[in-house]
């Protein structure tokens, strides 16, 4: 949130992520990604794009890891920098080689991942809310982590930002601007796949009376009810209910 070392995380961004500069404070530079998101970010980490580079590099992914991460690889089979891949970073691949995908390197480099750990981009392909719920439940138990986008520890938000993207659908970072997007719907005709929002925090129906989510008071990603008498009922959420969204 400001040009220092240990200041307030504000979100994270993955490897190859394209983004555009703004003024320089030290050494960080603030950037804003594609859907607007800003902050600031360590400039030893960054690399210079041209314009249309930029734009290239926002239309050419076609792939997107899948798995908790993807080991970096080159032809040889050693590490390459940054040595592995969180989940939800989209990439270029460029060719299949005896099992592994080859993949664009800003640095130039031969890069190869294997290919169990990535999933196709497929670009309006048909999505259901039960996809998103199957998805999503891989990660339950991941710790809360303000700012956090990767199984290593999520916030609210990011947690439901990279699961849709997994299925090339891209919600804004934040519970505040996801919150406008879709279409609201009223409470009883929620369905598997509806984000639900309540006093800044977002969640994802599994059925009318389930959710999914990662929130401090789960402890990390969890299934919990909005509903009295049901199993992990949250009475604070069901309280602090404000609206549903349909976005699928």
Same mark, same amino acid.
């Given at each position: 949130m *400001?040009?220092?070392?240990?200041?307030e995380? /504000?979100?994270q961004l993955l #490897?190859?992520?394209? %983004?555009k500069a703004? &003024?320089? !404070?030290?050494?960080y530079?603030?950037v804003?990604?594609?859907?607007?998101?800003?902050g600031?970010?360590?400039?030893r980490?960054?690399?210079?794009?041209s314009?249309?580079?930029? *734009?290239?590099?926002l239309?050419?992914?076609n /792939?997107?890891i899948?798995a #908790?991460?993807?080991? %970096?690889?080159?032809? &040889?089979? !050693?590490?390459?920098?940054?040595?592995?891949l969180?989940?939800g970073?989209?990439?270029r691949?460029t060719?299949?080689i005896d099992?592994?995908l080859r993949?664009k390197?800003?640095?130039?480099?031969?890069?190869?991942?294997?290919?169990n750990?990535v999933r196709?981009?497929?670009k309006?392909?048909?999505?259901t809310?039960?996809?998103l719920?199957?998805e999503?439940?891989?990660?339950?138990?991941?710790?809360y982590?303000w700012g956090?986008?990767t199984?290593?520890?999520?916030d609210?938000?990011?947690?439901l930002?990279?699961i849709?993207?997994?299925?090339?659908?891209?919600?804004?970072?934040d519970?505040?601007?996801?919150i406008?997007?879709g279409d609201k719907?009223?409470?009883?005709?929620?369905k598997?796949g509806d984000?639900?929002f309540?006093?800044r925090?977002?969640?994802?129906a599994?059925?009318?009376?389930?959710?999914i989510?990662?929130?401090?008071g789960?402890?990390g990603?969890?299934?919990?009810?909005?509903?009295?008498?049901?199993?992990?009922?949250?009475q604070?959420?069901?309280?602090d209910?404000a609206?549903a969204?349909r976005?699928?």
């Amino acid at each position: 949130m *400001e040009p220092r070392y240990n200041c307030e995380r /504000a979100s994270q961004l993955l #490897f190859l992520e394209p %983004l555009k500069a703004g &003024k320089k !404070s030290g050494d960080y530079v603030l950037v804003e990604q594609a859907d607007g998101y800003s902050g600031w970010a360590d400039i030893r980490f960054l690399k210079e794009l041209s314009r249309v580079e930029y *734009e290239n590099q926002l239309k050419s992914a076609n /792939a997107v890891i899948s798995a #908790f991460d993807a080991k %970096l690889l080159d032809n &040889k089979n !050693s590490n390459v920098q940054p040595h592995f891949l969180y989940y939800g970073t989209r990439l270029r691949v460029t060719a299949t080689i005896d099992g592994g995908l080859r993949i664009k390197h800003p640095l130039g480099k031969n890069a190869y991942i294997k290919r169990n750990r990535v999933r196709p981009i497929k670009k309006n392909a048909p999505v259901t809310g039960k996809k998103l719920v199957k998805e999503a439940s891989k990660w339950l138990g991941v710790p809360y982590l303000w700012g956090g986008i990767t199984p290593a520890g999520f916030d609210c938000s990011g947690f439901l930002k990279q699961i849709f993207g997994q299925f090339n659908i891209q919600l804004p970072r934040d519970t505040k601007d996801q919150i406008l997007v879709g279409d609201k719907i009223d409470r009883q005709s929620i369905k598997t796949g509806d984000l639900l929002f309540f006093k800044r925090h977002v969640g994802m129906a599994i059925t009318k009376k389930q959710m999914i989510h990662c929130s401090v008071g789960s402890a990390g990603v969890a299934i919990e009810s909005i509903e009295s008498g049901q199993p992990d009922y949250r009475q604070d959420l069901d309280r602090d209910f404000a609206e549903a969204r349909r976005i699928i």
